[in-house]
């Protein structure tokens, strides 16, 4: 549905001396999404998450490379396409001095959709997030998940059929995060192909049909995340030393369970999950 080919992204700013310094944000990124899926683009602050969703959204030109959306290149039909994309930003950007129809109310008109229809569309999506009671609320009287909420069915009211989200669940409580996954996860069942970043490693775990993991700009590894897990061994022992916290994989708990015989310290055996590929295979935590 998405082809990402040799994307790159370089931005020039000044350093201390007022000289021009290139700096790659996204290197040569490869991979596809396919329709119906819920893709994750995980990584640490700064992996270049945030800039790749930029670039399939229209909102920064890539230095280099290729988006193709069905075939053909996103830039050369830019009208178009945006017909067929949702974007939920990082922030919320509301109006919040107006209230959550008005809000509605003015992302519908800006994508042209007859009155009728939208106000069909904007009672469907309220009840769809259980906001209906708060129709005629400002915006600003809203806690921080139902803005979120609010968020995700703004970015639905044209019916695209991909939806991007950039951290959708950053900085609310796990019960208000868990909510949100629900309606994440319902996207696909209704047509909608779900792409999104996040630094949380249990949100990629919890949603994420695959997972591509960014560090330093770069795609370092792409798969299903129980695969990720597989390729460094689907379980791990995991002790104290004097230094640190060690962890040592194996494709068995029979396995785990030997190696940990050997050792004469307190031991805890566990399926690894994907912030042990994430550490694995950067050497660094994710937050
Ligand atoms: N407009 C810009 N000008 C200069 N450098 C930028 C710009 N936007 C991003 N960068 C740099 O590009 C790199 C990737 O940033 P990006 O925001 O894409 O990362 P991210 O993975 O989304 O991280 P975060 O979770 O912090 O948003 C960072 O080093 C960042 O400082």
Redesign the pocket.
């Known amino acids: 549905m998405l082809e990402i080919k040799s994307l790159k992204?370089n931005?020039?700013?000044k350093n201390k001396q007022g000289k021009n310094i290139e700096?790659t944000?996204?290197k040569d990124l490869n991979l596809t999404i396919d329709e119906g899926e819920i893709f994750g683009?995980l990584?640490?602050?700064?992996?270049?998450?945030?800039?790749?969703?930029?670039m399939l959204t229209m909102l920064?030109k890539p230095t280099a490379g290729e988006i193709l959306y069905k075939g053909k290149d996103i830039f050369s039909d830019e009208l178009n396409v945006k017909k067929y994309i949702g974007v939920v930003p990082?922030h919320i950007n509301f109006d919040q001095d107006l209230t959550v129809w008005e809000n509605m109310e003015l992302h519908g008109r800006l994508h042209h959709i007859p009155k009728s229809e939208r106000h069909a569309r904007i009672e469907e999506l309220l009840n769809y997030v259980e906001l209906q009671d708060r129709v005629n609320d400002k915006v600003k009287s809203l806690s921080g998940g139902m803005k979120r909420r609010l968020l995700i069915v703004r970015a639905l009211m044209h019916n695209p059929k991909i939806l991007f989200l950039?951290?959708p669940t950053v900085a609310l409580d796990p019960q208000v995060r868990r909510r949100i996954w629900d309606l994440i996860r319902r996207l696909p069942k209704d047509g909608v192909t779900v792409v999104l970043?996040t630094?949380y490693i249990e949100e990629a775990e919890n949603l994420c049909n695959r997972v591509a993991i960014?560090n330093k700009?770069s795609l370092i590894k792409l798969d299903t995340p129980k695969a990720l897990c597989e390729q460094i061994g689907k379980y791990v022992v995991e002790w104290d030393s004097e230094e640190s916290r060690e962890y040592k994989f194996f494709n068995s708990r029979k396995e785990c369970a030997d190696f940990a015989g050997t050792l004469d310290v307190a031991t805890t055996i566990r399926h690894s999950n994907l912030e042990d590929v994430f550490v694995e295979l950067t050497g660094r935590t994710v937050s």
């Open positions: 992204k931005f020039v700013s700096k944000a996204v683009l990584g640490p602050n700064g992996a270049g998450k945030t800039t790749t969703i930029r920064t990082q950039d951290e970043t630094h960014l700009g």
